[in-house]
């Protein structure tokens, strides 16, 4: 059979591959687009809904962001408003809901206060709530089983309502899709069960092998989460990365308690979300607790132990992985974050510590309000620099130049998804000498 070419191809049909395919079809002159799967079904991993927190992450109510941070997040999240409200998804798959974060006892409480002054330019619907206010939109925060008040100093600064919060992202990936094979006279081929398992450059083209088919293209987005860069490492390039995957579990509770998201203040010294609690859109709203942040030896979550080869040669364990290992593992607060993650997962122990943990959200909490979410949480591939020897917070992306990119999008990949395309989406235009049009682009996504 002679090679299936195209210009473009995009691997992996989580929300990362589908926003790429989606504007590459929407928004350029680039007249054939593949999508690779590796399952028979987009988002089957950590953009299924319950894989993930739901939410749009815009730096509002995320205390481990700066300002800056913020401001770069906020774009990228309002990207994903727009895109839901212009094909009419809100109350499908995008909602809104009451969100804040909570500052308890008075080191947070006066931390909360000083972030509030610090982000309300960039936020200004942001309100701070009081312990009186809380009592009414929130109580569950304020009033422990037997219907006392928790002693302790609280204040939330967040939104009642308004503000578009929460996205399924499975869904969303396949409006995405849907959404550019609609587009006219472009070719917009998704081939499912299509495991990517060779890339090499042949010119200034690359052949794949995927499924049992080659492929060509002019070139190569590899959006697939942990697998990115195993891919990358199979062809030479980011071996100045190594990849520590991170898995994320939840908890459901039996019955709706929270009114919204409620999120806390970061530990400044742990690079992983604070416990936060979300009504799961998937669930009835029921409230879902997490995430717990657990080290694996694997690029896969729930598909057995296929990939714990993949995370030894994606790792590739050396001194200076070592020392970041030791770096993490001295610090005694670190160190007792990782064995209480740990323990979240061994039965029987795990909830009754989790809920002494979620209670400085919820005081009255019981162990029959909640249970482990089997099957739920994804891996998130936290990528380790050996060159400068740390972990690294947020996103990486190996682009050798020569018309192939990989990328790692641990969270808030999916808020930034359409972000992360627009800067590929210009990559790939210069590189094949296409146009991207970018007035659209910001007509409907940005302004």
Request: net charge neutral.
């Amino acid at each position: 059979m002679a090679n299936k070419h195209y210009e473009v191809i995009v691997i992996g049909g989580g929300i990362s591959g589908a926003a790429l395919f989606y504007e590459l079809a929407k928004y350029t002159d680039v007249k054939s687009i593949a999508l690779l799967e590796k399952y028979d079904a987009l988002s089957t991993l950590n953009s299924n809904g319950t894989s993930n927190s739901q939410t749009i992450h815009c730096g509002d109510i995320e205390t481990n962001y700066t300002v800056e941070k913020a401001k770069s997040v906020k774009r990228t999240a309002k990207m994903v408003e727009k895109y839901c409200l212009q094909y009419g998804y809100e109350n499908k798959f995008m909602f809104a809901h009451q969100k804040m974060a909570i500052g308890v006892g008075d080191d947070e409480v006066n931390y909360m206060r000083k972030r509030h002054e610090d982000f309300k330019e960039l936020f200004p619907y942001l309100e701070i709530f009081e312990k009186e206010k809380l009592k009414e939109i929130e109580p569950k925060l304020i009033f422990d089983e037997h219907g006392n008040e928790r002693p302790e100093k609280i204040l939330g600064v967040g939104v009642e309502g308004g503000q578009w919060s929460t996205v399924d992202f499975g869904k969303m990936s396949e409006s995405l899709v849907e959404n550019a094979q609609k587009v006219e006279n472009t070719i917009t081929d998704v081939f499912f069960n299509a495991q990517v398992t060779s890339i090499k450059q042949i010119g200034k083209k690359h052949e794949l092998v995927a499924g049992g088919e080659t492929y060509t293209a002019d070139f190569v987005v590899v959006n697939a989460g942990a697998h990115s860069l195993y891919l990358a490492h199979r062809m030479g390039h980011g071996t100045n990365y190594g990849c520590l995957p991170m898995a994320g579990s939840f908890y459901v509770t039996t019955k709706k308690i929270l009114n919204g998201k409620v999120y806390m203040v970061q530990h400044p010294k742990l690079p992983f979300a604070a416990l936060h609690g979300d009504p799961d859109i998937l669930l009835n709203g029921f409230t879902r607790f997490g995430p717990t942040a657990l080290a694996l030896p694997k690029l896969e979550r729930y598909h057995g132990n296929s990939t714990v080869i993949d995370f030894i040669r994606t790792l590739r364990f050396d001194a200076n992985i070592a020392k970041i290992f030791k770096d993490l593992l001295v610090d005694s607060d670190i160190r007792s974050y990782i064995l209480r993650n740990f323990m979240f997962e061994v039965p029987y122990i795990n909830k009754r510590l989790f809920v002494k943990d979620a209670r400085k959200i919820v005081p009255s909490l019981q162990l029959e309000d909640i249970e482990y979410a089997d099957g739920f949480g994804g891996v998130r591939p936290q990528v380790l620099d050996k060159e400068n020897q740390k972990l690294m917070l947020g996103e990486a992306s190996v682009n050798p130049g020569t018309g192939i990119i990989f990328n790692m999008t641990p969270s808030p990949g999916a808020t930034s998804c359409l972000g992360n395309a627009e800067r590929d989406t210009k990559l790939v235009c210069e590189h094949l000498g296409k146009v991207f049009d970018h007035e659209k682009f910001c007509k409907d996504l940005v302004d």
